[in-house]
């Protein structure tokens, strides 16, 4: 039981908040993912999916990882295939380290969908490319620790009803948000930020290490 780190292949960086979030959680690599592991000093339990993207030069004990290996040609995804493995082994708790950018934008917005639908059969889930994060949005209340000036975004997936958002520099009062507007874009953190929602699903996506820009 407990909490798994899942390493997929979009883009990581090691940040002290990171290391906070993994600290003794139990690993499981999909594919590419495993070029994360010697970055974060982790050493994955299992590697699973069809080894089209294996990193090149991997060190000895990681290359010694036990694997699962699956066909090219499958109905899941390689991460999916990983979380699957996760919650066989009791997982009530999954971070989904690397789970934006990479070369693929469809894998990507799977991790952004499949974490909702995780979090409504009950798993606690978090995304995160150390840089920037994300916490599925339920009906219910929910408060979270980012510091002030920290920029978020409440991506909606669904028309959301009685939207409120406390402790930000824009707050809400039980607003209806229709699918697809920009209204809950680019807020920043004021205080303890808060959220309620009374009906639909969305996505907290926080930026607590911001990086340059390029």
Known sequence: ?????????????RTPRLERQIEASRVIAADAGIGHARMLGLVPELWVGDFDSVPANLSDDLAAVPRKVFPAEKDMTDGELAIAEALKRGATSLV??????????????????????????????????????????????AGFDYDDGTLFSVLGFSELAGLTVTGAKWPLDCVEVAFGSSLTISNEVKGRLGIALERGRALLLAHPYPLPES
């Open 1 to 13: 039981m407990g909490t798994f780190t899942i390493l997929l292949g979009g883009e990581l960086i």
């Open 96 to 141: 989904l380290a690397g789970a934006f950018g990479g070369k693929r934008a469809d894998h990507a917005f799977l991790h952004l969908a499949l974490a909702l639908r995780l979090a409504e059969a009950g798993t606690e889930v978090l995304l995160t490319s150390g840089a920037q994060e994300g916490v599925p949005i339920l009906p219910g209340k």
